[in-house]
T-cell receptor, first 113, second 111 residues
């Protein structure tokens, strides 16, 4: 069974601080996705990383896929209150490649002004 | 225009009842999914359909029955509702195995 361990589960920081969220697995994924979910809404895709070692940047957010494609990290620089939300990592490419996404437990981020 | 829409947004019902949740997408996608998000925010796939054909059927009680009348719709019918069914149910759609777009969710509370 493929599992994704996401940490930390909760993070409360002050505006301007940096933070990193980790997503780890013992399984290899063909791609890994990061989503952000706001209260009362569905998850929205932020980025997909496909190649081992790949780094993608989205403004103040930096996403990295591990060399072995088993882990990923999300780093936010100078966090803003608008970054508050639930961040989810999801791995794709299980057996049969059916489009099934395996989600981590999520990281609830609160950025205080 | 809402890309993936779900109705109802909130559903409060008694144990033992039967209820349906509807999902529609106007993105022209051929694949649709149902996910369940529990009280700890853990999101888990339940079913997926591609061109009205069942592709993913996770270990879900057979009280849950998805129905896809056409490529743009995927409904979820739940029989004999139990307390543990309380959760947020999300519909999603994609073009093939591409990016999945999620609906706003249906908050189900079983009393």
């Amino acid at each position: 069974t493929q599992l994704l361990e996401q940490s930390p589960q909760f993070l409360s920081i002050q505006e301007g601080e940096n933070l990193t969220v980790y997503c780890n697995s013992s399984s290899v994924f063909s791609s890994l996705q990061w989503y952000r979910q706001e209260p009362g809404e569905g998850p929205v895709l932020l980025v997909t990383v496909v190649t081992g070692g790949e780094v993608k940047k989205l403004k103040r957010l930096t996403f990295q896929f591990g060399d072995a494609r088993k882990d990923s990290s999300l780093h936010i620089t100078a966090a803003q209150p608008g970054d508050t939300g639930l961040y989810l990592c999801a791995g794709a490419g299980g057996s049969g490649n059916t489009g099934k996404l395996i989600f981590g437990q999520g990281t609830t981020l609160q950025v205080k002004p | 225009d809402t890309a993936v829409s779900q109705t109802p947004k909130y559903l409060v019902t008694q144990m033992g009842n039967d209820k349906s949740i509807k999902c529609e997408q106007n993105l022209g996608h051929d694949t649709m999914y149902w996910y369940k998000q529990d009280s700890k925010k853990f999101l888990k796939i339940m079913f997926s359909y591609n061109n009205k054909e069942l592709i993913i059927n996770e270990t879900v009680p057979n009280r849950f029955s998805p129905k896809s009348p056409d490529k743009a719709h995927l409904n979820l019918h739940i029989n004999s509702l139990e307390l543990g069914d309380s959760a947020v149910y999300f519909c999603a759609s994609s073009r093939g195995l591409g990016t999945q777009y999620f609906g706003p969710g249906t908050r189900l509370l079983v009393l």
